[in-house]
């Protein structure tokens, strides 16, 4: 009973943390029909930029008012998202539209390969810890169970963005206008549509939440260079299972594969990547183009 | 004149590629000609990639078949003492083809980003599996010994250059099977169904049939490819299944285009050269150096440079 309820609550903040990341990924992939590769390094940099922002908070004189650190990070994030978006989109994949799906994949692979160096480039490759945001908030206690605040404000942050997203998209006017972008974009471009802007918002939004992901994490790890290369993939399988481009998608895919990997984490340690992959594997045998993905008919 | 150099019959080709790289061999010092031999195993791997395109696929996951041949291989030089390179290239076959075999007809119905997503995923669920099996090596691997050739026992030089003028045959006997197989009709109904696959349907054919067979012959090149590339280095690790390596193939790939087939290798080997220099000379900067390189090519060459090389100047088609 113990065991499930460990299970339930680490599935849970992990499914919270890769929420916020694959939420970006699939974002981009619903409005711009891109499947960013360059996704894992995004949030590598966003966890780098906020480390670097806590760090110069604190040597600011931030220690009398900690709780700023929060604000620090965010800012990081922000920046991240203020310069790397625009760069991105209006500098490169903008070139790119028109062409194969498979194409796009292979030019944010380039980008991934960019952006990898370029962080050691900024950052070196020595780890940087900055864990004074982590310890912050205190202990919360669960009858037997100990967990550090944070967890439980990752779970906020991520239920705070998924929902404001959603709003966004289903209940105001601007998002109607995104989700005439995704429906047909030549339509919603003769109806008077920015479309060039819709995309540059929607994929600096992704840019955003990518880097988001990582300045949430930067104080519960160490960052070094190699954090993005890995949580591509994860975020990849979160997406799949959901359906691509499907916000409501990302929240299941996210908690099935938080909740499988803290299943495996706990029971079978050697399987902790398997377990991830082999969800994904079942779902797409069953529903090929994910939980929440309305098939498409084929063009002839 | 290039009748001269493009000759029409397959195996004259083949037979003058050989020649060609033998004679090339004899004169490499060691250091290209172990990194001759790396990038032609490679190159096998990134033809079968090359394979799935022409189709339209775009694999991300070639690793597996890399790994699984250069493990097979490794597995059983550690378990049963085979270390002749003529058997351990048939177990990579025989690895490699029946992975593709069950994966194969399962993946045939997976088209775009699903299809290279699935087979990276798979990539990934052996490296997984592999850095957690301590009765594999985990994460550290496990050492391959040298290659015999029929027991012939080389060593030094003497190795090195038998190991390379295997490759060399290698590739030019599969590079020449893969030749035939894309003018044949299968390898035609490979290019339709990149154009348009309903109508291959509708014609009579099974794409998933088709896409199926491809990707066996795709895997069986990545772990001849793995057989060699272990026994050069002399060690495998989960390494060669994790998603970048799988990355360096499609990179290959790309940079040569589906049109020609000696471009795959001269594409790997122009990806091994680069990436010793760089390593050399500017190590925390060369994969920046390949990402900008790929984005030029896919801007500049839509169809890679092999296109360039193709002998087949067909007008382009306005879309």
């Known amino acids: 009973m113990e065991l499930l309820a460990y299970i339930l609550v680490d599935g849970l903040?992990?499914?919270?943390?890769?929420?916020i990341v694959s939420l970006g990924l699939t974002l981009v992939f619903g409005i711009l029909n891109i499947l960013?590769?360059?996704h894992g390094s995004l949030y590598a940099i966003g966890a780098y930029a906020a480390a670097s922002a806590v760090g110069a908070y604190f040597a600011l004189g931030g220690e009398a008012f900690p709780f700023g650190s929060y604000a620090a990070m965010v800012i990081g994030a922000i920046f991240v998202a203020l310069i790397l978006g625009p760069l991105l989109e209006y500098g490169l994949l903008r070139h790119f539209y028109g062409r194969d799906h498979v194409i796009l994949v292979l030019v944010t692979y380039g980008v991934f390969l960019i952006l990898e160096d370029a962080m050691k480039l900024i950052w070196g490759v020595t780890p940087l810890f900055v864990s004074e945001p982590y310890s912050l908030l205190g202990n919360v206690e669960f009858g037997p169970l100990y967990y550090v605040?944070?967890?439980f404000l990752v779970i906020a942050v991520a239920i705070l963005v998924g929902l404001g997203v959603w709003f966004v998209l289903n209940r105001t006017k601007r998002g109607k206008v995104v989700l005439a972008v995704i429906h047909d974009r030549e339509m919603s471009k003769t109806m008077g549509v920015n479309v060039d802007r819709v995309f540059l918002i929607s994929f600096t939004l992704g840019v955003?939440?990518?880097?988001?992901?990582?300045?949430?994490?930067?104080?519960?790890?160490?960052?070094?260079p190699s954090i993005g290369v890995n949580v591509i993939i994860l975020a990849f399988a979160v997406v799949i299972i959901g359906g691509l481009g499907s916000i409501e998608g990302a929240a299941i895919g996210a908690l099935f594969v938080g909740i499988a990997r803290a299943a495996s984490v706990h029971l079978l340690p050697e399987a902790e990547l398997f377990v991830i992959y082999l969800v994904m594997a079942i779902v797409l045998v069953f529903r090929p183009e994910g939980l929440f993905q309305k098939t498409q008919a084929r063009k002839i | 004149m290039t009748e001269f150099i493009f000759p029409r019959s397959i195996p004259l080709a083949c037979a003058l590629a050989l020649a060609v790289l033998v004679v090339v061999g004899l004169i490499l010092p060691d250091w290209a000609m172990f990194l001759a031999t790396m990038a032609f195993s490679k190159g096998m791997v990134a033809l079968g990639v090359v394979c799935l395109m022409r189709s339209g696929l775009v694999s991300f996951g070639q690793g597996l078949y890399?790994?699984?041949?250069?493990?097979?291989?490794?597995?059983?030089?550690?378990?049963i003492g085979i270390s002749d390179i003529f058997l351990m290239s048939l177990l990579g076959i025989i690895a490699s083809g029946i992975v593709a075999v069950i994966f194969g007809p399962l993946l045939a119905t997976y088209r775009g980003i699903f299809f290279a997503m699935l087979t990276l995923s798979l990539s990934m669920i052996l490296y997984g599996t592999l850095s957690k099996m301590s009765v594999l090596g985990g994460t550290d691997g496990l050492n391959v010994s040298a290659p015999t050739f029929l027991g012939y026992h080389p060593e030094g030089r003497a190795l090195g250059l038998s190991l390379y003028m295997f490759t060399c045959a290698v590739i030019v006997v599969y590079g020449g099977l893969v030749r035939t197989l894309f003018d044949s009709e299968r390898g035609l109904i490979s290019?339709?169904?990149?154009?348009?696959?309903?109508?291959?349907?509708?014609?009579?054919?099974?794409?998933?049939?088709?896409?199926?067979?491809?990707y066996i012959v795709a895997a069986i090149a990545g772990g001849i490819g793995g057989v060699i590339s272990g026994a050069a280095i002399g060690h495998v690790d989960p390494e060669y299944a994790y998603w970048t390596t799988s990355g360096e193939f499609v990179f290959v790939a790309i940079l040569s285009g589906y049109f020609s087939i000696p471009a795959v290798f001269l594409g790997s080997v122009v990806l091994e050269i680069v990436r010793s220099f760089s390593n050399l000379y500017f190590p925390n900067t060369w994969q920046m150096s390949l990402g900008i390189f790929l984005l030029i090519v896919i801007l500049l060459f839509p169809k890679g440079l092999g296109s360039l090389l193709s002998r087949s100047k067909k007008p382009e088609k306005k879309q």
């Open chain 2, 191 to 214: 290019l339709a169904i990149r154009d348009n696959e309903l109508r291959v349907e509708y014609l009579g054919t099974s794409v998933r049939t088709e896409i199926a067979v491809t």
């Open chain 1, 208 to 224: 955003f939440l990518a880097a988001l992901g990582g300045a949430l994490t930067a104080p519960m790890i160490s960052v070094s």
């Open chain 1, 36 to 38: 960013n590769m360059a």
């Open chain 1, 149 to 151: 605040t944070y967890d």
């Open chain 2, 66 to 79: 890399y790994c699984i041949g250069a493990y097979a291989s490794g597995l059983m030089a550690t378990w």
């Open chain 1, 13 to 19: 903040i992990y499914g919270a943390w890769l929420f």
